[in-house]
């Protein structure tokens, strides 16, 4: 899954765009306070696949414009490149937390993404949902069903294509399924 995908705005409906909060390890014990009382990071108690209990220090990116230059005055030992596409411990604990940023209404907050049910690039066919990350993988996926040929090494979106349900490919399906995601390209 790409770091950010587009999302339905909570707050008004409108195109968002959502980005999964970075998590760093804190590493020593007495950094904890820090990273608990600061305001531009959330603290939280991990379990590791082995049942290993561990510090993290979370960032949301895309509160601060998309950046890490708001980061500044760490404990000895981190750097705000450590907040920098880290590991997605986030998203390994069974929460896609992130926040989002929607230019429609200026919503810009910490959000838990239901994902596919957030997709903003997502259409129904027959009772199946068919979604999309962003934009550009929305093109890749009309492209694809419009095809004749359907070769998904023509596409940068492959492996995602390569699971496209086949409700959505049937020749009968193409023209209609084609449509809906045209009028989601257009709006």
């Not at 230019?103 to 957030?118: K, T």
């Not at 390569?162 to 709006?187: C, E, G, S, Y």
Request: hydrophobic fraction near 35%; aromatic fraction near 14%.
């Amino acid at each position: 899954m790409p770091h950010k995908v587009d999302i339905s705005c909570p707050s008004c409906g409108g195109h968002a765009v959502f980005e999964f909060a970075e998590v760093v390890k804190i590493t020593l014990k007495k950094d904890v306070q820090f990273f608990e009382q600061s305001e531009l990071f959330d603290y939280y108690m991990f379990k590791d696949s082995c049942g290993h209990k561990r510090h993290g220090a979370v960032y949301y990116a895309n509160l601060h414009g998309g950046s890490t230059s708001a980061i500044s005055d760490l404990p000895e030992g981190y750097q705000s490149e450590n907040w920098k596409h880290s590991k997605y411990l986030i998203r390994s604990h069974g929460t896609d937390l992130g926040a989002f940023c929607c230019a429609h209404c200026q919503a810009r907050e910490r959000y838990i993404l239901q994902w596919p049910d957030d997709a903003y690039y997502s259409i129904n066919y027959k009772g199946e949902t068919l979604w999309a990350f962003n934009r550009e993988s929305s093109i890749d996926l009309r492209d694809y069903i419009a095809s004749k040929l359907r070769k998904t090494e023509n596409y940068k979106w492959a492996n995602f294509l390569l699971h496209v349900p086949a409700v959505f490919k049937k020749q009968n399906a193409r023209d209609k399924v084609v449509k809906q995601i045209n009028r989601l390209l257009t709006r």
